[in-house]
């Protein structure tokens, strides 16, 4: 199976004054199209920022990493913009979509930044709004919805631009075990139709949806580990 | 990402805080509706000003007394009486470049006419003189050589006092009387409007200079005149004209000083120049006001703008991550800014013109709101929001996706 996500001996130093830390020291995985992972750990052992360098907002200190084939090493800002509007979704824990703004405009977003018109950008949201079970609320505000709800909206802003992954960290961290249920069901459904997922939580029982687990601590991998629950 | 969805995002943005963006726009609102409404004034008064310049005629020369000493006593400038028909007639003939000059003099009188009567100004003047004021009859005659010559008591009458006199009827051909003296009416002049100084030329009664001399001023000698007005062939000539009138006075008057001479000359050049001066400073100062009030309504929106940017530092994050490059981060928050000071300038513009509007009804005087100072001033208010919003939109586009997502 062809790896979309190859990490080589990644390390992330960072630099506060006179002081350094190493948060991440010499990580390296590889992640097959259509997998669906979720990354544990205590708190502080090194999750957030180890998304941040698959998601593209920051870059290793050193070491390799190569996204559907592109080494993401030494790029330009700009360009990792346009990896990170075209190849990847973010799903966040505090949703993080734009407040006084419709659902459905939250959802266009991605697609206004890579320059589609809006009678396309339109028709591809639509679908994915009716991708996360949220037809009919395309003009409800943020406010206007519930937690859920608005994970959902964020779900579908992360599927919209048909990206090769979706990174979500700590997605679940702020809603109920219900809704929690939803969503990782959510997750479930898209996994299955072949969509890579990455996901961080620290619940045992939200990591065991995924089919693969990958434990840090102090800023290494100390475990990775199939659940038997392949695609 | 293209401009109308940058627009629709600015224009979300400004109506989220609709009190504050109200408040940051007026210091430009102010400013451009100031300069507005003040050109528009402005323009105004020097079109009116122009204008009556013009009513005087073009390329004029007036040529008056000036202090003589007689007895130790010197008289005030064109208080004495220097000047005579000879000297105009020697202006015409003997400058090269003077192509008409007229002796006038100036009296005021009772005129009646039947029933009616109208105190006005008469001036005798020789033919020329509507030549070189470029003042036609509009009905009747003009005043001919021959009246001149035969003191012949006949009147041109200006249209206020024709309509004083005579009503709406035709005053051609009906006897006045002027200080209890029979005048025949030959013609009606055509209406000037006001002079510089703001009299009313149109109030005026014109007469033959030689019947006036004769008939209605009193002069030491004969054929005295209170001021000759010439005309030059041109305006390239009007210095020319005026240095030989000045050369041949002061050898008729067979002056020694020629720093004491017993005339002067006026060049009405001179005073469009001096009228030219003034509106020019005033722009100059119109312009510093709007400078000085475009700045400070720009450092405002400056203020206003880096509040916003800070405000909305989760939402850059947010834009970022999900692509936005640097520079769609740095057009989005430009285009608020030049938004809101093009709407001020806007709303500027019709208060300006609306206030212009206003003073012209109010206290009946005249503005002129060119396109060119709206085209300005909005040019304006759009580069004051480039200037200004440059520095906060740079800030914003420089944050960092990941520090802007976690900004609480
Ligand atoms: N920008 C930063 N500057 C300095 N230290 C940081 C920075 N980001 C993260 N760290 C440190 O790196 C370590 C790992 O953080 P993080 O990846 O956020 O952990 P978590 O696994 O809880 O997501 C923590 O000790 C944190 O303090
Ligand atoms: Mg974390």
């Known amino acids: 199976m062809s790896s979309v996500i190859s990490l080589t001996d990644i390390r992330r130093v960072f630099i506060m004054g006179d002081q350094q830390f190493e948060a991440l020291k010499g990580v390296s995985f590889d992640i097959a199209s259509g997998e669906f992972v979720a990354i544990m750990g205590a708190s502080g052992s090194g999750k957030s920022t180890c998304m941040n360098i698959l998601g593209c907002l920051d870059l290793p200190t050193s070491g390799r990493y190569l996204l559907d084939g592109i080494d993401v090493g030494g790029i330009s800002t700009d360009q990792l913009a346009d990896i990170r509007n075209k190849k990847l979704g973010f799903v966040f824990q505090g949703f993080n979509l734009l407040a006084r703004t419709a659902a459905i405009e939250n959802v266009e977003l991605p697609l206004v930044y890579a320059g589609f018109h809006s009678k396309e950008r339109r028709q591809q949201a639509l679908l994915a709004m009716e991708q996360v079970g949220l037809a009919g609320k395309e003009n409800n505000h943020p406010s206007q919805l519930s937690g859920g709800q608005q994970q959902r909206v964020a779900i579908a802003r992360a599927l919209v631009n048909n990206p090769a992954v979706i990174l979500a960290d700590e997605p679940t961290g702020n809603l109920d075990s219900s809704t929690t249920e939803e969503i990782m069901g959510l997750f479930t459904a898209l996994n299955r139709q072949g969509i890579t997922i990455i996901m961080v939580t620290h619940e045992h029982d939200v990591a065991a949806y995924a089919g693969r687990q990958i434990t840090f601590k102090d800023g290494r991998i100390i475990s990775d580990s199939q659940t038997g629950r392949t695609v | ?408």
């Not at chain 2, 510093?288 to 929106?301: D, E, P, R």
Request: proline share 3%.
């Open chain 2, 1 to 408: 990402m293209d401009f109308l969805q940058t627009l629709k995002i600015a224009l979300r943005a400004l109506r989220t805080n609709k009190m504050r963006s109200f408040l940051t726009m007026l210091g430009i609102i102010i400013g451009i509706a100031a300069v507005i409404a003040m050109m528009a004034v402005g323009t105004g008064a020097s079109y009116v000003i122009s204008q009556q310049i013009a009513s005087i005629g073009s390329n004029i020369i007036l040529v008056v007394p000036g202090s003589t000493t007689s007895g130790g006593l010197r008289t005030g400038s064109g208080g004495a009486q220097t000047l005579s028909s000879d000297d105009s007639k020697a202006i015409m003939t003997e400058c090269p470049s003077v192509a008409y000059a007229a002796g006038t003099v100036r009296t005021s009188g009772q005129i009646v006419s039947g029933n009616m009567n109208w105190s006005s100004v008469v001036m005798g003047g020789t033919p020329e003189l509507f030549e070189i004021r470029e003042w036609p009859v509009v009905s009747g005659r003009p005043i001919s050589q021959e009246d001149e010559n035969g003191a012949v008591k006949v009147c041109l009458l200006g249209q206020t006092v024709a309509e004083n006199l005579f009503g709406s009827a035709d005053p051609v051909g009906n006897i006045i009387r002027i200080k209890k003296i029979p005048f025949t009416v030959i013609g009606i002049l055509d209406r000037k409007g006001q002079s510089p100084q703001g009299q009313d030329q149109d109030d005026a009664v014109f007469v033959p200079l030689r019947t006036a001399q004769r008939n209605l001023v009193r002069s030491q000698r004969t054929g005295i005149v209170s001021a000759i007005i010439v005309k030059a062939k041109s305006e390239e000539q009007i210095d020319k004209a005026e240095s030989e009138i000045q050369a041949l006075l002061t050898q008729r008057h067979r002056i020694s000083n020629v720093k004491e001479p017993d005339f002067s000359t006026r060049n009405l050049s001179e005073i469009l120049a001096v009228a030219e001066k003034s509106s020019k400073a005033m722009s100059l100062l119109l312009g510093a006001v709007a400078s000085i009030s475009l700045i400070v309504g720009g450092i405002g929106i400056m203020n206003i703008m880096l509040v916003s940017v800070t405000e909305r530092t989760r939402e850059i994050g947010i834009r970022m991550a999900i692509g936005a490059k640097k520079n769609d981060i740095l057009l989005q928050f430009m285009t608020e800014a030049v938004l809101l000071t093009m709407l001020g300038g806007l709303i500027g513009i019709a208060l300006g013109a609306g206030g212009a509007t206003a003073v012209s009804r109010m206290l009946d005087w005249p503005t002129m709101i060119s396109f060119q100072s709206i085209a300005i001033a909005f040019v304006f208010s759009g580069a004051v929001g480039i200037f200004f919003g440059f520095y906060p939109a740079k800030k914003a586009a420089g944050l960092n996706p990941i520090d802007a997502l976690r900004y609480e």
